[in-house]
């Protein structure tokens, strides 16, 4: 259930800077300010949405709430702990309460492990329950996520498998360790616009069914607005403006809000 | 007089599993200056349409049946000489993967004017090059950026570079196959608008490929929809867009998200794309069908005309 009182996670201005190599033929490094001060939070239960186009720092954002990039400066708390400079064994523990469905699940998944392999692996890494239950727990995930009969995918291998299935089998590798906040980074992109929908609905159903809090990038606002609670829009490594979806949708106060929902396209013919 | 005329295209993929019937009896014409669009989900042979009409299918693909008329030519029986004559110059391909369709170790002023000269044996580098710096201001990238490798261009920068190679020898047909995919809303809306007004400017015919719906409404006058290798409905944006009349068309209308409306919880039940090696008898789509009769599954459905340009593939559409 969606309750405002309870932050579950939050940024405290987030800087992040990329600096590229010198290369031999062109000179001085080069800096890249990915993120300029990023504050937010995310409160439990909800999906929030985090909108913008290619190079606004969106991605760097989820990467950092999942601790694949460390910030620059500012802080991330985890249910009011910070979680900034956490390493060893809390920081195994935070792994296992958030997790990360990625961009293009052609990529994403280990082409050499199989379908079972792939799901149970989190599992056997956090070292829960024994091979009986690990079977039980993926057979659940599997038909959570539309992969039904789940027997029948056992020993499929990523390549015998459309690029929807992909993904659900992301999103069944990312969830089997009942996560509290999982991080979604354009899970449609790669994928049809009606296989795009059906992948919505199955991560809403989870949401609801597990109580999870997503955090969903996207660079579409009709997506974020058809999944999501509260959207932020980021622009150029900065929070430009953030509240209820509708809300941003129907009257949106930021000039590049404007220009997003302009560029959408819309049956105009 | 159309430009071109495709009648009754067949096109199939040999593979392990067997003959691979990825298009099936697909025909259309396009006029001078109009512009198709091409909609389906992945796997529904609307890339193979597009490759056919290249000449480009790869070796293990054969076309089993039917014709590819241009300029009254058809292109099915050219020889590999006589198509490579049409080929760029007068049909030109804008493709899926900008960012792989450019070659990385040449700068992408030199790819471009290779095209021209590889087409113009009479021209002079410098004219070629001269060429491609008018192409380079028609699309909208500096022309100090000219002389850059692809790899400094970002993914809208290369879909440009890609529009001005295939107005590179002024084409009267392009294939545009899924050039807005990879890139963001902000920059798919640029590209659209570019593709949209080279296409207006030059009387350009388009066939646009998509699985986009609505980026299709925003480009061309008619549209295709493609399910399972067949055209299941044919005709002009407006008729289809307002009066959808195969089941398969209304679902893709209606899975698709705009934020003009609030779309509650759609259920939409997509099954896999049926099997295209032994394909059904009766009609494809009615394993997917919210209105199918049990005759749908025993006998091949008919065209149903339902004005002179709109047309669809469904017996229920009477």
């Excluded at chain 1, 403006?241 to 560029?263: C, F, K, V």
């Excluded at chain 2, 640029?190 to 409404?217: G, T």
């Excluded at chain 2, 049926?274 to 919210?290: M, T, V, W």
């Amino acid at each position: 259930m969606k309750d405002p009182s309870k932050v579950i996670i939050q940024l405290e201005h987030i800087s992040k800077t990329f600096r590229t190599r010198a290369s031999l033929f062109k000179g001085d490094p080069k800096e890249v300010m990915a993120l300029k001060g990023v504050s937010f939070n995310i409160y439990r239960g909800e999906i929030f949405g985090l909108v913008g186009e290619s190079g606004s720092g969106k991605t760097t954002t989820g990467r950092i709430i999942v601790k694949l990039e460390d910030p620059d400066h500012g802080k991330l708390l985890l249910d009011g702990n910070d979680m900034t400079k956490i390493k060893g064994k809390t920081l195994k523990y935070f792994r296992r309460k958030v997790q990360m469905i990625f961009q293009d699940p052609y990529q994403s998944l280990n082409p050499y492990l199989s379908i079972y392999d792939i799901i149970s692996e989190p599992l056997i890494i956090h070292n829960i329950g024994n091979t009986e239950t690990i079977k039980e727990k993926v057979r659940d995930m599997m038909k959570s996520v539309g992969l039904a009969p789940p027997d029948d995918f056992f020993y499929r291998y990523p390549h015998q498998m459309s690029g929807g299935q992909r993904q659900r089998i992301a999103i069944a590798r990312a969830m089997v360790l009942k996560p509290e906040f999982v991080v979604a980074d354009e899970p449609t992109s790669m994928l049809d616009a009606s296989i795009a929908i059906h992948i919505f609905n199955i991560l809403s159903d989870i949401q609801k069914k597990l109580n999870v809090t997503f955090l969903f990038i996207t660079h579409s606002l009709a997506a974020a607005r058809y999944l999501c609670d509260r959207i932020a829009v980021i622009y150029k490594g900065e929070l430009v403006e953030i509240g209820p979806a509708e809300d941003i949708i129907q009257n949106p106060s930021h000039p590049y809000t404007r220009a997003l929902i302009d560029a959408h396209p819309r049956f105009r013919y | 007089m159309a430009l071109l005329t495709v009648e009754n295209l067949s096109v199939g993929y040999q593979t392990r599993k067997g003959f691979l019937k990825s298009v099936q009896g697909v025909s259309f014409a396009l006029d001078q200056g109009q512009s198709l669009g091409i909609v389906g989900e992945s796997g529904c042979g609307k890339t193979t349409v597009g490759m056919a009409l290249m000449g480009l299918l790869p070796d293990n693909a054969s076309v089993t049946d039917g014709k590819i008329l241009f300029e009254d030519q058809d292109l099915l029986k050219m020889s590999k000489k006589e198509i490579r004559q049409v080929r760029w110059k007068k049909i030109a391909m804008i493709f899926q993967a900008a960012m792989n369709a450019l070659n990385p170790v040449h700068r992408v002023s030199e790819q471009i004017s290779e095209a021209i000269l590889a087409h113009n044996p009479e021209i002079s580098e410098e004219a070629a090059m001269k060429q491609v710096e008018s192409l380079f201001e028609l699309v909208g990238i500096p022309l100090d950026r000219m002389r850059d490798y692809p790899h400094h261009y970002s993914g809208g920068m290369k879909q440009r570079a890609i529009i001005a190679m295939a107005l590179a020898c002024h084409p009267s047909l392009i294939i545009a196959d899924e050039p807005t995919t990879a890139l963001d809303v902000i920059v798919q809306s640029q590209i659209l608008k570019a593709i949209k007004k080279f296409q207006k400017e030059f009387k350009i015919s388009l066939i646009f490929i998509s699985h986009d719906i609505a980026v299709v409404a925003d480009v061309c006058d008619n549209i295709g929809i493609m399910f399972a290798g067949q055209l299941v409905e044919y005709g002009r944006i407006k008729e289809v867009f307002d009066a959808p009349m195969h089941p398969y068309t209304k679902s893709l209308l209606a899975s698709y998200l705009t934020l003009d409306k609030k779309v509650v919880q759609f259920n939409s039940d997509m099954g896999e794309t049926p099997d295209l090696i032994n394909p059904a008898a009766g009609c494809r789509f009615c394993e997917r069908c919210s209105i199918a009769e049990a005759t749908c599954s025993l006998r091949a459905p008919e065209w149903v005309d339902i004005s002179p340009t709109h047309k669809a593939l469904c017996y229920q559409c009477k």
